[in-house]
Structures are given as structure tokens and as C-alpha cells.
């Protein structure tokens, strides 16, 4: 027999269960947003608890503790370089073509096609558009031209891009237009074993960007000079 009394306890009772299932909610959804969800406003806290040498070489490692905003100490290995990288994209505006070197890569063990790359040492170079011309004399055997860099910051100043989340390190990034052949150019370096290939194509570095033939880095920096150059004949 239906009582008024059974019905309110049974809608008290899914009404508490209710608020219950929307507090949760909200709780949830808060935690979404937190983790899942980028917020502007926020900044979130990071400390490094400590900090410990693993390899000490041409680039170093370290484990590095690092306590998250959540308060885990989380740790990472770090690859350390003092000195920042350039990277150089030549293009001939006359043929319409690019230079690409094929070097030696330790890691893989094979010639692997790319652009001009070095480090700017601080002891060696006055600055990093000069260790970008010291490169390309030695690696592709060209020099002069229009040199642009492809990365400014937001003052329109030369910007350098970060290598990899797990380094300290960056990289500068130039374009240089219509360089020409060295007299006598720069001697390499004696670790370094690298062959030249002339006349490339835009369609060629993108078909070898495409087929895996190109680090990362080299990619990246190729199609950044393309749409540059693209730009420029817009």
C-alpha cells in the first residue's frame, strides 16, 4: 500500500544520492581540466628537489629530481651542452635547388642525408651567424649569400628553438640565399666523414622528409625554410 511517508524517504534518499554523484562529478571534472586542459592563468610549480652527474663527456648527463605540482618527485636523465647548435638551409634561387650533406651518424651507423650542422663553441666563434658560415664552408663547401634566420623571438631578434624536452640545449636555425662555391674552403673535423649532394630539389627534400631519409632536426628546419622561401615568391 502506497504511503506518503515510503515516498518521501525513497525521494530523500535519491535526492542525497544525487548530490553525492554531482559533487563526484564536478571533483572529477575539476581533475580533468587540471591535468587535461591548459589554463593561461595558472602557473604551475616546479622544483628541483636534486640533481646528479651519471656521464661526464662532449655532452653530459645528469638525474635530475624534479617535484611535479602534484608533490611527486619524479626523475629524469638530462643531457646537458653547453654550447648551441646551428643548423643551415642553403638554396640557389637560380635552379631553384638546395645543397644537402650525407654524414656520418654514430648512433645509426649510416650516411644520413641533412643540412649543414655544428656547434657555436664561445671559444672559437664571435657569435652564432659566424659559426653558421664557418659550417657551411666546411661541411658544404659554400660561403657568402643572404643569410636570414628562420626562428625570431617576439621582438623580431634571433631566436633559438629548444632541441628535445629531456636537454638543456637549443639551436639556431639560418637560411642563406644563392652562397657560392669556396676557394679553398674549411678542412673537417678528423671524427666527422660527410659527401655533398648538389642541385636538390624542394619536391626531393619533401619526398625524403616524407620516407624517413631526414633526422628530425634537418626536417624541421627544411620545411621551415621552404615556407619561407614560398613567401618570399608570394
Known amino acids: 500500500m502506497f504511503h506518503p511517508y515510503n515516498f518521501l524517504c525513497f525521494f530523500a534518499l535519491n535526492y542525497i544520492a544525487i548530490l553525492a554523484f554531482l559533487k563526484d562529478f564536478k571533483s572529477l571534472d575539476k581533475r580533468i581540466v587540471l591535468q587535461g586542459q591548459r589554463n593561461p592563468l595558472s602557473k604551475p610549480k616546479f622544483e628541483i628537489v636534486d ?10 648527463i645528469t638525474h635530475r629530481d624534479i617535484r611535479m605540482p602534484s608533490g611527486h618527485i619524479a626523475t629524469f636523465d638530462i643531457m646537458k651542452q653547453n654550447d648551441p647548435t646551428v643548423l643551415v638551409f642553403s638554396w640557389c634561387t637560380k635552379s631553384l635547388s638546395t645543397t644537402l650533406i650525407h654524414e656520418l ?3 645509426k651507423m649510416s650516411l644520413n ?4 650542422a655544428g656547434i657555436c663553441e664561445q671559444s672559437k666563434h664571435d657569435s652564432p651567424l659566424e659559426a653558421a658560415k ?6 658544404a663547401h659554400l660561403n657568402g649569400g643572404e643569410w636570414i634566420s628562420l626562428i625570431t623571438d617576439s621582438e623580431g631578434n634571433i ?11 637549443s639551436s639556431y636555425a639560418f637560411l642563406v640565399l644563392d652562397p657560392v662555391p669556396a676557394i679553398e674552403p674549411r678542412t673537417l673535423d678528423m671524427e666527422e666523414y660527410i659527401e655533398i649532394e648538389r642541385n636538390v630539389t624542394a619536391s626531393e627534400v619533401t ?3 616524407q620516407c624517413g631519409e631526414m633526422n628530425i632536426a634537418s626536417s624541421f628546419i627544411c620545411l621551415l625554410a621552404l615556407k619561407h622561401i614560398e613567401s618570399m615568391n608570394e
Do not use: D, H, M, Q
Not at 631566436?159 to 640545449?169: A, D, I, Q, V
Open 51 to 60: 640533481e646528479r652527474s651519471a656521464y661526464n663527456g662532449w655532452r653530459t
Open 207 to 209: 619526398r625524403r622528409i
Open 159 to 169: 631566436g633559438t628553438l629548444p632541441t628535445e624536452k629531456y636537454s638543456t640545449s
Open 105 to 107: 651518424s654514430p648512433g
Open 134 to 139: 664557418f659550417e657551411l664552408e666546411e661541411e
Open 113 to 116: 642525408c641533412g643540412v649543414v
